[in-house]
């Protein structure tokens, strides 16, 4: 492709990939593949598909508002070792073999999309036995899932959606709406970060950039207009599309 032609392609992956992660989807499913299909090596293309994807987060996050009401406390609690773990995943995936974790991130990445798919199955046996998720390992699953987002991201809002389902926010458009802006304060310092000492392809960031922040301005819309019977399947399957995409090109 010659540069004005992957410009085009880019943005137009930017707005597919805002709509699809903003809306309760998997962003890196469409950004994540179109940068190496323009050349980019994988390397670059993760660190690159990190910081171009802050303006759909940023987007996402605004329109999110009306679904955080009540839930000033629920951030309280997740942003900071979220913020934070996701910087350490950040600081692993540049000072560690990039290859670490590439054989079980799709494993993790099936699993929680499963999890999602079976959630209101599990939520009526766990009222129907009057038991609660156990909290230490909520902890440790929402720790890995921050590492996980910094070190490599593509899935973790899916597994984050599944975590807040189960012990904050039942309503599944309110779990996207908190993933939403839990994610984007997530993904700063890690952006910084990569900016900073990762390669970060330039050229790629601004067009998906651009795209992305078009698309997470959409993406709410459509997630508070389409029923939760149909968005819950939609994600899961967005999930196991990029676990088996990831197996297969670890």
């Known amino acids: ?60 996050g605004l329109r999110a508002v009306p679904e955080l009401a ?36 799709p494993y993790l990445v099936a699993l929680g999309a499963v999890v999602l ?7 009526g046996w766990q009222t129907r036995r009057g038991t609660r998720p156990n909290r230490a390992l909520i902890g440790v699953s929402g720790a890995g899932v921050a590492i996980y987002n910094g070190y490599f991201g593509a899935g973790s809002g899916i597994l984050l959606i599944a975590l ?23 993904d700063i310092l890690p952006a910084v970060l990569f900016a900073v000492l990762g390669t970060v392809a330039w050229s790629a960031v601004w067009p998906l950039g651009a795209g992305a922040l078009a698309g997470g301005l959409i993406g709410p819309t459509i997630a508070r207009r ?3 019977g149909v968005l819950r399947p939609l994600i899961a399957v967005c999930g196991l599309v990029l676990a088996v995409w990831l197996f297969f090109n670890r």
Request: hydrophobic share 55%; charged share 5%.
């Open 164 to 186: 807040l389902l189960f012990t904050t926010e039942p309503v599944l458009h309110r779990a996207n709406a908190l993933k939403n802006v839990i994610l984007i304060a997530s």
């Open 117 to 123: 798919l079976l959630q209101p199955v599990i939520t």
């Open 226 to 228: 389409v029923p939760a």
């Open 70 to 105: 009540g839930h000033s406390r629920t951030l309280r609690t997740w942003l900071p070792p979220t913020v934070l773990l996701s910087l350490g995943g950040a600081v692993l995936l540049v000072v560690t073999p990039a290859d670490v974790f590439d054989s079980v991130v």
């Open 1 to 60: 492709m010659d540069s004005a032609t992957e410009w085009l392609f880019l943005c137009g992956a930017g707005v597919v990939a805002g709509i699809v992660g903003t809306a309760g989807g998997i962003t890196s499913l469409v950004a994540y593949p179109a940068l190496l299909a323009v050349g980019i090596p994988p390397l670059a293309a993760n660190v690159t598909n990190s910081v171009a994807l802050l303006g759909s987060g940023f987007s996402s």
